[in-house]
């Protein structure tokens, strides 16, 4: 079946006792066993049955069996946040000693997570330049235990050559893990590019509308222990597992997917043709634009749509600050991929807690706003932008 239908129509693992349509909210915490042989085969999963709600619950598992079934998963795991996604796919691999070669243009959380989280358990991380090759393989020694990366950079919009890094990461043993937040996984193959562990904060085009939070851990199997670490480790001493309640809603939002990020993606690709022509902008950073120096291989890897992230630059940032306060339909607001337009200036919010120097090093600049584009009317869209970028301050 098409992805848009299986997102819609994969079958309920049981017959519901009422016939429902829709995977039942199981808001429980643990489940009763028939026999004492049943309850212990569950919790030594040599079953694989829900025992406690900390390590599997019914409509986490079916929200887990939808993305399975339109990824060709070996496994997925839901976990409460996209941050605690990153966390648990990173801890499969990391120890004491290791180090994680990654880029250096990162979100601020993950940037945090690594260099002062990961930095106090001992693990060090090599942040590079991934479009230099010959860096990432002088980068890889040892004690490397993953090459790590975002698909499409936030907020640089920068794109690797995924194929070309699970070549080296693989010629060393160690696997590629990356982010596909900004293109859904519904659009192209992170398997077929080499990816071994996909992680997703599902917060963004899956809930549906910012409904709720969430991320998920993709995994290939071309790492067994994924499965084994998250399954019979992470999941029970961690303790990050997904709500019943945001995986229904999560579920619900797949159902749509299809449909909201067509229109989202075209949004934001008229809109970075119409900006270009705006006077005032000084820079339109959207890989879905001919001219943009990632488009070709955007294209080669995603297909034809982009996301719908786009940056715009400004001529400094207290430009950038009576842009943002004179929005009026757009929403001063983080988050991506909600139904509605939301604008951020990383500088200051994102990334803020780093140093002027940090930013420098990661391309963050004082002069940009990033936009994630939602379902309003894009003519609306674009007539927001132009009156706030010419307001007088």
Not at 152 to 181: C, F, K, W, Y
Not at 344 to 351: D, Q, R
């Amino acid at each position: 079946m098409n992805k848009a239908t299986i997102a819609i129509d994969t079958k309920l693992p049981r017959q519901d006792a009422y016939g429902a349509i829709a995977m039942p909210v199981y808001h429980t915490a643990a489940y009763e066993f028939e026999t004492a042989k049943e309850m212990a085969n569950a919790f030594c999963g040599r079953v694989l049955a829900p025992d406690y709600s900390r390590v599997m619950n019914p409509t986490v598992m079916y929200l887990e069996d939808k993305v399975k079934a339109l990824t060709g998963a070996t496994n997925v795991f839901a976990f409460c946040s996209g941050m605690a996604a990153i966390t648990n796919a990173l801890l499969v691999f990391v120890e004491q000693g290791k180090n994680i070669v990654t880029s250096r243009h990162l979100f601020g959380n993950t940037v945090a997570l690594m260099n002062r989280t990961f930095s106090r358990l001992g693990i060090e991380t090599r942040s590079i330049d991934l479009l230099d090759l010959d860096a990432v393989r002088d980068a890889i020694d040892e004690h490397t235990a993953c090459l790590y990366l975002e698909i499409v950079t936030n907020p640089q919009m920068e794109v690797a050559d995924l194929s070309a890094l699970a070549e080296i990461a693989h010629e060393r043993g160690i696997p590629l893990i990356a982010d596909t937040t900004v293109i859904p996984f519904t659009q192209f193959s992170a398997k077929r590019l080499g990816v071994d562990v996909e992680v997703v904060s599902s917060t963004k085009y899956i809930s549906g509308g910012a409904t709720s939070l969430g991320g998920l851990v993709i995994d290939y199997g071309t790492f067994p222990v994924v499965n084994q670490r998250i399954r019979f480790e992470l999941l029970f001493n961690v303790g990050s597992y997904m709500s019943p309640h945001a995986a229904y809603m999560q579920s619900l939002g797949l159902e749509t997917l299809d449909a909201r990020y067509r229109v989202q993606a075209q949004n934001a690709l008229t809109l970075a043709r119409k900006l270009k022509e705006v006077p005032e902008i000084t820079q339109v950073n959207y890989i879905g634009l001919e001219d943009n120096p990632f488009h070709d291989l955007a294209v080669r890897q995603f297909g034809k749509t982009a996301g719908a992230m786009l940056t715009i630059d400004l001529a400094d940032r207290k430009t950038c600050f009576n842009f943002i306060d004179h929005l009026q339909l757009i929403r001063r607001a983080t988050n991506l991929f909600d139904n509605k337009s939301l604008a951020i200036h990383p500088y200051s919010t994102i990334f803020g807690p780093f140093g002027g120097k940090q930013k420098a090093e990661m391309d963050v600049r004082d002069t940009t706003i990033r936009l994630s584009v939602g379902l309003e009317d894009v003519d609306d869209i674009f007539e927001d932008i132009v009156q706030a970028v010419r307001a007088i301050p």
